[in-house]
């Protein structure tokens, strides 16, 4: 049962342009959406978070939005950058002992 | 800054045999994680471990698998007789708190590759 679902798989960007990735999710148990980072060789790093409670949240060039009646959030990278190149992964939790479910991935190339 | 660090970074291994990866969480956090990527999929939770003791674990983490922190600055996964499907990038993560209210944030390593043969 795939609990949280990821697109697209991969997405090419120009420089400056924006960056959307999209994820869907089932159980309505889940209260905290983190997105994580992951350069190749490297582990997944946090990049942002946002609950429920919140329907979009911003840092920097990083935008959530969080739709609860769909129960789909997404993750905006404005003004993309090369070093933005990376692989993206949505994520989704309940009040447990960080057992993150994650979404399959979206690998963001950022051309020049 | 503080970073997890795991070893070995790359293990080749035969079927059936018995593999120990280790981490070592960054120092003051108290939960301690096993996930594991499976080349060109997702990123899948096997086991979570607070006070020495197992908190929670996958359908994945059978009996096959066993975590233990054998003291203040390790902790280790173990494989018992490794399989072909146990192929996999293995991360480790440690976090301050539980995962909850954007206060949890978990810490990955760089993960350890396991090939089994």
């Known amino acids: 049962q795939q609990q949280v679902k990821q697109s697209p798989q991969s997405l090419i960007v120009q420089k400056g342009g924006i960056s959307i990735i999209n994820c869907a999710y089932e159980?309505?148990?889940?209260?905290?959406f983190p997105w994580y980072q992951q350069f190749p060789g490297k582990g997944p790093a946090l990049l942002i978070a946002i609950r429920p409670d919140v329907s979009e949240k911003k840092e920097g060039r990083f935008t959530i939005s969080f739709n609860k009646s769909a129960k789909q959030f997404s993750l905006h990278i404005m003004d993309s950058q090369p070093g933005d190149s990376a692989t993206y992964f949505c994520?989704?939790?309940?009040?447990?002992?960080?057992?993150?479910?994650f979404g399959a991935g979206t690998q963001v190339v950022v051309t020049p | 800054e503080p970073e997890v660090t795991q070893t070995p970074s790359h293990q080749v291994t035969q079927m059936g045999q018995e593999v120990i990866l280790r981490c070592v969480p960054i120092s003051n956090h108290l939960y301690f994680y096993w996930y594991r990527q499976i080349l060109g999929q997702k990123v899948e939770f096997l086991v979570s471990?607070?006070?020495?003791?197992?908190?929670?674990k996958s359908e994945i983490f059978d009996d096959q698998f066993s975590v233990e922190r054998p003291d203040g600055s390790n902790f280790t996964l173990k494989i018992r007789s490794t399989k072909l499907e146990d192929s996999a990038m293995y991360f480790c993560?440690?976090?301050?708190?539980?995962?909850?209210?954007?206060?949890?944030?978990?810490?990955f390593g760089e993960g350890s590759r396991l090939t089994v043969l």
């Open positions: 993560a440690s976090s301050l708190r539980r995962q909850r209210r954007n206060t949890g944030e978990l810490f």
């Open positions: 994520a989704a939790t309940t009040d447990s002992w960080g057992k993150l479910q």
């Open positions: 471990f607070y006070n020495n003791e197992i908190s929670e």
């Open positions: 159980n309505t148990a889940f209260d905290y």
